[in-house]
């Protein structure tokens, strides 16, 4: 007997944002004349992506001087940005540096430092909402000079040592709703100081990523199944699945194509096809054409 095909479709709105792009393009152009090119950090968090690129000649490489090439040995800033101290010690290295760092995060780094500056001489704090250790936030907190603080919850607030005047920037990957919280809480511990302005909340989110939550959850209401595709090291991909999931509780995550199990597609007549920011196109295109000989073969029984 026929069954009717469902329909499949992948997510317009998911995949690398422009500035992983952008990132990505740098590394393809710098591999095409051959020879290695080292990146400070994974360029993307995204195992499927990673070993493409390594297959082209992209080296990973961490702080540590073992792994650090020689003089004129390429290296590759990715999108999240270094620390002034990191682009003088590559200059001291005399490494062939190509700078692919995210143009609003550089914005960012700009404006932390020219707040910084501002509040320096006032003992004021510069406070960073995101996640300690991000090497987004790790070039954020370079950038500033005086008292920086690292805070992920309203709950870290009371505890912290902050001094007004104060300067609040989000890492441009954090969820919306929590930052308003978080810039709630804030004010709500500096009255005075945030009715005198010496409070200064700055949206610093990037578009692409608020953006994104609205267009997913239309996607996961709009289709049967949700086939979510992420690399299991993405935190942002961990996040936008288990929002995914709290739309259309027929969201399964993979990492790739072998994942899919057949079972999963029984009864639907439109599945969707999705992913992180940090998910490769090609790789749902592969996802999606696993599901559509997944399905055929269970149409025609
Ligand atoms: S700022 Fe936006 S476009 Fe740039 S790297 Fe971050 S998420 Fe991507």
Redesign the pocket.
Known sequence: MHKLKPTIEIDPSAG?????KR?IKSAENLLKSGGEVSCLGEIVHNENEMERLKGLGMRVIGPDDSEIPGPGGRVLIR??GVTPETYKEMEERLLSVTDAT????LR?QQNVRKASEEVFARQGTIVIFGKQGHP?VIGLQGNAKGNVRVLSHPDDISGAALTTPLHVFAQ??SNAASYKKFCEAITARFPDAASRGEVMLHQTI????SKREPALEKFARDHDVVIFVTGSGSSNGKYLSEYCRSVNARTLVVTGPGQLEKQWFAGAASIGVTGA?STPAWLMEEVASAIETMTSEASCT
């Open positions: 690398f944002c422009s500035g992983v990132a999108a999240h995210c143009p609003v995060v960012l987004e441009t990957t990037c578009g692409q990523v920011t």
